[in-house]
């Protein structure tokens, strides 16, 4: 199974890039890993707050192939704790999915037609925090819940 990343707009601070480069190394060693970034709109702040969710959602969407399993990454989506997620996780490659693909959307969330389109939501935390921020949180977790599938210490190590 391969995993991709799909996310709106680059990562601007170095911190948080040298956290996803290195998790994402971490994780590409164990699963096929793929991040695709997509520019962020032009004059984002002449644009209201759904034409931005409408341009965002069909540039995601043209990423998603027939076979593709979407899950968005959403404050509304289901919570769970890493040895969770890790079972979720571990149950979509069981499945023999081709690729499952996780979004991190921009900062207003997504369309609707992406919500249509999608399987699930995962919800990191209650909390809000930057689409940014996520990036490295949710790559963190996903290598995280890889060592538990495979039974490598990390988690609370």
């Known amino acids: 199974m391969k995993i991709s990343i799909v996310e709106i707009g680059k990562t601007d601070s170095e911190y948080l890039r040298t956290g996803i480069e290195h998790y994402n190394s971490l994780t590409g060693r164990m699963v096929r890993l793929e991040t695709v970034t997509l520019p962020d709109i032009k004059k984002r702040g002449s644009l209201p707050q759904d034409e931005q969710k409408r341009i965002e959602g069909e540039k995601i969407l043209s990423q998603v192939k027939p076979g593709d ?53 995962v919800s990191l935390s209650p909390m809000t925090f930057s689409h940014q921020l996520v990036r490295l949180l949710f790559a963190e977790q996903l290598f995280r819940a890889l060592t538990l599938i495979r039974g490598i210490p990390y988690h609370n190590a």
Do not use: H, Q, W
């Open 69 to 121: 399993l979407l899950i968005l990454l959403d404050e509304c989506g289901t919570k769970y704790d890493s040895i969770t997620f890790a079972s979720y996780l571990g149950s979509l490659m069981n499945r023999s999915l081709k690729r499952v693909v996780f979004v991190i959307g921009g900062p207003y969330g997504f369309s609707e037609e992406v919500y249509n389109a999608a399987a699930a939501m």
